[in-house]
């Protein structure tokens, strides 16, 4: 049953909805914020609907198990334990739908992947990973661009910048945050040893216009011409572009394009997101300063994963989920598994949080 402030709070949600309605109907201008209102309430009442129609329907049978004869008895009793078993679920998929939402959840992301600590075999494994995300985010309908690629000679990577676009990918996304370590016999290993390597990934949600309002004073432009490996001139134009933020220290250099504007274009995206996840990061180390997040914090320090090439395991180390599916999750067919069961349990605290 429900206590009365859940009642009263799920009323004050159904009024609302009724309110959305109205004003859509009725208003000249600022649809589009109504719509999107609109739209995240509507599943919430969806669940409220159902929820409330079995608690009804619950009460009903109870009302008819009186009056009922023998017969029917056992029928409504069977009904009454389908609903007994039903309700605590539709419960907690309602409280889940009430969980304060991640403003950033529905937005693309910005990805970064760098290879840490290893030489060749941790750039290696950085390209594993992109490869890894390329795949995911096609399994998921998502758009994936490279934004920013330096390689190595042997095919690895030493740093990537990729945008992924879709509705949600941040919220399935930022769980990846951290470092990833890699245990296997490198392909340059001549004598079979097993070596450990490791490299980061960041995931930034990308920040619009209305999200960060940046002052263009803060900003210093530098150009200058994009240079290849060996310090070979890409083109003969100053179309490289850095740009310092300055009261952050942010400094982020874009030449993957030949257009200086198009360089800049994606260097003030980049800036927008990370500027954007240091207000984000700010705020809530402010709301939990008394406590650590135990999953999704984000914390590049922090080993997140462990890819084991020998016994063909995946271990997430924040929630101790280990699969016997390497190949299947470097394939990105089976990262779905570990962020969904990270998902899980980051509802499962918030949850605990709230009761």
């Given at each position: ?39 995240e309430i509507e599943p919430v009442v969806a669940g409220i609907e159902a929820w409330r129609a079995a608690r009804e329907e619950r009460d009903g049978l109870e009302d008819l198990l009186a009056d009922a004869d023998p017969e ?216 939990s300063a008394d406590r650590k997040e135990q999953v999704g914090s984000g914390d590049r320090s922090e080993r997140i994963r462990t890819y084991n090439f020998p016994q063909g395991r995946v271990t997430d180390h924040r929630i ?36």
């Open positions: 049953m429900a206590t009365p402030p859940l009642d009263a709070k799920l009323d004050a949600i159904m009024a609302r909805r009724d309110e959305l309605n109205a004003l859509m109907s009725e208003s000249d201008g600022g649809y589009a914020s109504l719509a999107k209102e609109f739209a029917m008895r056992d029928l409504v009793r069977a009904d009454m334990a389908a609903l007994d078993a039903r309700l605590p679920e539709l419960e907690q998929a309602l409280r889940l739908l009430l969980l304060p939402k991640d403003a950033a959840d529905d937005k693309s992301a910005i990805l970064e992947i760098r290879a840490g600590t290893g030489g060749d075999e941790a750039a290696l494994f950085a390209g594993d990973l992109l490869r890894m995300y390329q795949r995911y985010a096609a399994l998921q309908g998502w758009t994936f661009e490279v934004m920013d690629l330096s390689e190595t000679e042997i095919g690895g990577i030493k740093e990537l910048t990729a945008e992924v676009r879709g509705r949600g990918v941040f919220a399935r996304l930022k769980f990846e945050a951290g470092v990833h370590r890699v245990q296997r016999v490198p392909a340059t290993e001549a004598g079979g040893r097993i070596h450990t390597s490791a490299a980061t990934v960041a995931v930034l949600p990308e920040a619009e216009e209305v999200d960060l309002d940046i002052d263009e004073g803060d900003l210093r432009v530098d150009v200058y011409r994009a240079s290849g490996a060996g310090g070979q001139h890409v083109n003969r134009t100053e179309s490289a572009v850095r740009i310092t933020h300055m009261p952050s220290g942010i400094v982020v250099a874009m030449q993957d394009e030949k257009s200086q504007h198009k360089n800049r274009a994606k260097a003030m995206k980049i800036l927008r997101a990370r500027l954007y996840e240091q207000q984000r990061a700010a705020l809530a180390a402010a709301r101790n989920l280990t699969l016997y599916k390497l190949e299947q999750v470097l394939s990105g067919e089976a990262l779905g598994e570990v962020v969904d069961a990270l998902i899980a349990e980051d509802q499962a605290l918030k949850l605990a949080e709230a009761n």
